[in-house]
């Protein structure tokens, strides 16, 4: 099983429109987790943390359920801005953080 | 501004030769990284440095080798020895390398066989 495993999509939603990631992650013992947003040809960048009671920011809400080892991204109101790859990243424990390969999304006109 | 900076944005490199991709950050961090991403592909450490004077082998570093002498520094060289070298490099850091934080990205470096 893969340390982080995300969906590569593409995502192909309309403006305005809620979209949801998911990404599963094994190791167990992992106490940290984020997302990242990563635009073509540039360096990821933190888009947020994700708490283990859930925390929003704007139109961004994120959510991690331990007991199945998987954390969410939820975007409400999509804009044509938000067309990037959403990575899921992931503390292991004893090594550094362990990046997922990416969900793809475009928001479509 | 604190930040990442790698140098250069991209570099070419001839066969059988060696080439050093730069990292500086002015942000105190203890730890830094090296990522290698290839097209649309996920992102690959290669090397990593949790203290001055100490690193550790990634998941990838065969064909490469880094130094951490200062600890805003930490270069990273491709050798003749990598055949495939042809991929985004990105370096990153953080403030210690198995905590809960973030890492911080450059803006990377693109390497090319001529």
């Known amino acids: 099983r893969k340390e982080v495993e995300q969906d590569p999509g593409p995502f192909n939603v309309p403006e305005g429109a809620t979209v949801a990631f998911n990404c599963t992650y094994s190791n167990s013992a992992s106490q940290s987790f984020f997302w990242y947003r990563q635009d073509c040809r540039k360096e990821p960048k933190l888009l947020m943390s994700v708490y283990s009671s859930g925390n929003e920011d704007g139109r961004f809400t994120a959510q991690l359920n331990r007991a199945s080892q998987y954390i969410s991204l939820l975007i409400r109101d999509s804009k044509l801005s938000d067309s990037a790859t959403y990575l899921c990243v992931v503390n292991g424990g004893n090594t550094p953080l362990v990046f997922g390969k990416g969900t793809r999304l475009s928001v479509i006109a | 501004d604190g930040g990442i900076t790698q140098s250069p944005k991209y570099l070419f490199r001839k066969e059988g030769q060696n080439v050093t991709l730069s990292c500086e950050q002015n942000l105190n961090h203890d730890a830094m990284y090296w990522y290698r991403q290839d097209p649309g592909q996920g992102l690959r450490l290669i090397y990593y440095?949790?203290?001055?004077?100490?690193?550790q082998k990634g998941d990838i570093a065969e064909g490469y080798s880094v130094s951490r002498e200062k600890k805003e520094s930490f270069p990273l060289t491709v050798t003749s020895a990598q055949k495939n070298p042809t991929a985004f490099y990105l370096c990153a850091s953080n403030g210690q390398s198995l905590g809960n934080q973030p890492q911080h990205f450059g803006d990377g470096t693109r390497l090319s066989i001529l």
């Open positions: 440095s949790q203290i001055v004077n100490d690193f």
